[in-house]
């Protein structure tokens, strides 16, 4: 069968620094694949992207991934259009380095403001607990509140999100130029934010590490799995697909 006559239509992006992901990669595509009727295309980066306006379902799996000022154009177009985004983890995160400490520039305000957050810094991977804040959504409901091992993100949220799932934590971020946590407990995990026809869904859970991705800073580290290691998670994920596609 040629996948263009498949009914729905998803293009994958996946490249995110100081990540594992080729594993994500290879864990988005399984799940993507559980449906028949999907095409999947797959790409590193944002270029082209007015390649994919008009398409059911866009997936980023990124860190440190900035998209040049036309391809924000794009992606404006494609969820103006009506275009559906599901944004996963530091989809939302540009990192620099002074000196010693990690910093977050605002280098790229359109396309956070699309996103509908900004990654600003993250205390060390740590158990917290992750709350059905609707628990009448098509994406949240009949879950229950869960505890998780993960990288816990501090970010600048924009206004008038649904928020699907929060947590409270305020440690401090020790490596990064922001140490204090910002002062808006309770956190969103998991939002829904409309943009002209579209709608992003953003999951910001999902950290995994391999033992050679903080390279140059450290040769070989222990392998991380974090949120990948729950059935929680994979739900969210096939939930969200769903979702993109217009299945749930």
């Not at 790229?108 to 699309?114: A, G």
């Not at 993250?122 to 994406?139: G, I, S, T, W, Y």
Request: glycine share 6%; with cysteine.
């Amino acid at each position: 069968m040629n996948k263009e006559l498949k009914p729905y239509h998803v293009h994958l992006i996946c490249n995110a620094k100081y990540h594992d992901s080729d594993f994500a990669r290879v864990e988005l595509l399984k799940l993507l694949y559980e449906h028949d009727g999907i095409s999947v295309t797959v790409s590193d980066n944002y270029d082209n992207f007015e390649n994919h306006i008009g398409k059911d379902l866009v997936i980023t799996y990124t860190c440190d991934l900035k998209p040049e000022d036309k391809e924000v154009k794009h992606i404006e177009e494609y969820l103006t259009s009506g275009g559906n985004w599901f944004a996963l983890h530091g989809t939302n995160a540009i990192v620099a380095f002074d000196g010693a400490k990690a910093d977050t520039p605002n280098v790229s305000p359109e396309f956070m403001k699309l996103l509908g957050s900004r990654f600003i810094a993250h205390p060390a991977n740590m158990d917290f607990m992750v709350r059905v804040k609707d628990k009448e959504h098509q994406l949240t409901r009949g879950l229950e509140d869960f505890e998780v091992y993960d990288e816990p993100y501090y970010c600048d949220f924009e206004d008038n999100l649904h928020v699907l799932l929060d947590a409270e934590y305020s440690e401090p971020s020790e490596s990064y130029v922001q140490v204090d946590p910002p002062n808006d407990d309770p956190r969103p995990q998991m939002y829904i934010h409309n943009v002209g026809k579209g709608r992003v869904l953003y999951l910001m859970l999902g950290h995994c590490r391999g033992k050679y991705d903080m390279r140059p800073f450290v040769d070989e580290v222990s392998v991380e799995r974090c949120a990948w290691e729950t059935e929680t998670y994979y739900e969210l994920l096939r939930r969200g697909i769903k979702w993109g596609i217009g299945k749930a």
